[in-house]
């Protein structure tokens, strides 16, 4: 809405004519367009950006479980303790 708002408060000075709107006609142009431009990416890149970021801990976790079922934890952390606890006792 507000996208909108702003592109129909723009639109006067992308069509309007009289005495100095050649000098005020591109900026109108450029601010419509930016605000396209700017709403696509916003629209497509979002969806993008959490469907990354979800299957990434999703990835995480899943990686946490399969370790918590090979070393018999109930819990993620007490998988990770004990992993830790292996690793320092080996050095």
Do not use: H, W
């Not at 996208?3 to 000075?13: E, F």
């Not at 069509?15 to 450029?30: C, D, F, H, K, Y």
């Not at 431009?37 to 959490?50: A, D, E, F, N, R």
């Amino acid at each position: 809405m507000t996208t909108m708002a702003a592109m129909l408060g723009a639109t006067p000075l992308a069509i309007g004519g009289g005495t100095g709107s050649e000098l005020r006609q591109p900026l109108g142009i450029a601010i419509i367009g930016g605000l396209i431009v700017s709403q696509m990416l916003t629209l497509y890149t979002t969806p993008v950006i959490y469907l990354y970021s979800t299957g990434c801990s999703t990835g995480l976790r899943t990686e946490e479980a399969e370790l918590g079922a090979e070393i018999g934890t109930e819990t993620r952390a007490g998988a990770r303790n004990l992993k830790l606890r292996e690793s320092f006792a080996a050095r």
